[in-house]
């Protein structure tokens, strides 16, 4: 990135949405959290319907503006795989914790006992360990990212599907999955925000260590080895810094001319007459 992108209007628009889109979704998924009366807890099914519907919705919002990742680990998987600049996905992590900070601090600022606000604070259980709560966390973020791939690569293809709803649902499944053993974050942000309002650190390198390795090993996984455009090149450029659109450019022309040559094999198989 140059200091000329740094300073022009679509860097910083696209960071205050990367601010704004991580106020909104922690506000959403932790005022989902909140017990409900009688002080009964609500469990992960809220949370997990909230999360999934606010990013279909951010998706909308600002998707094209700055991707919509409200996600330190999804960022984090975009700079590995060479999507994202340093100085943008550093910009964009900054952005994601103070947004996650501001919305965990005005949820609150609004809540009648603070003492409920020991619900927002990802925890592993205590019939769980670390390390139980770092593999659901590797494991519920990896398939959430590989989902964004998946989506990214679509759009890139032009579909016509709804590609945001496979995000939500993703998001919404590693939730209910993980839920009962980390807390389902498998958002960084969505994790210190609530440790700073709330003083509660405990065990709090999970969350940042178990969504970004899963979502660098999606990333990569999806890029290099199941994206269409997958191919040994496309790795080995990425390894030494080299321009990996150029060879994937050239990767998706030769699987194009490929698959036009199978169809001209096949157009004239059809048409040769029968020799009985």
């Known amino acids: ?44 099914l809220y949370p997990a ?10 998706g909308h919002c600002f998707g094209e503006i700055s991707g919509a990742q409200v996600n330190p680990a999804v ?18 992590i900054g952005a994601q914790c103070l947004g996650a900070s501001l919305g965990a601090g005005a949820l609150y600022l ?7 606000a020991d619900c927002f604070v990802s925890k592993v259980p205590f019939e769980a360990n670390a390390a139980q709560a770092l593999g659901m966390e590797v494991l519920s973020t990896f398939q959430l990212v590989f989902t964004v791939f998946s989506v990214e690569d679509q759009r890139r293809r032009e579909s016509t599907e709804p590609t945001n709803l496979a995000i939500g649902f993703s998001l919404s499944a590693g939730i209910l999955t993980s839920a009962r053993f980390s807390s389902g974050s498998m958002n960084p942000a969505r994790s210190l925000g609530p440790a700073i309002i709330t ?7 999970v969350f940042w260590m178990g969504p970004v390795l899963g979502a660098v090993l999606a990333g990569v996984s999806h ?40 169809n001209a094999m096949r157009a004239k198989q059809a048409n040769k007459p029968d020799g009985n």
């Not at 005022?31 to 992960?44: E, R």
């Not at 960022?75 to 964009?92: E, F, G, H, N, P």
């Open 1 to 44: 990135m140059t200091l000329r992108e740094l300073r022009s209007r679509q860097f910083w628009r696209a960071t205050l949405a990367e601010l704004l889109g991580s106020t909104v979704f922690v506000s959403a998924v932790l005022g989902s959290s909140v017990p409900g009366p009688g002080s009964l807890a609500s469990g992960p």
């Open 49 to 58: 319907l909230a999360a999934g519907m606010v990013v279909v919705a951010l």
């Open 75 to 92: 960022t984090l998987s975009l700079l590995a795989t060479r999507k994202l600049d340093l100085v943008r996905a550093l910009a964009y």
């Open 110 to 116: 609004a809540l009648p006992l603070k003492s409920t």
């Open 199 to 205: 003083g509660f650190w405990e065990n709090h390198w």
């Open 223 to 262: 890029e290099f080895f199941f994206a269409a455009s997958a191919s040994r090149q496309k790795l080995v450029a990425c390894l030494t810094c080299k321009d990996i659109e150029m060879v994937e450019t050239a990767s998706v022309s030769r699987s194009s001319l490929s698959t036009v040559t199978q």
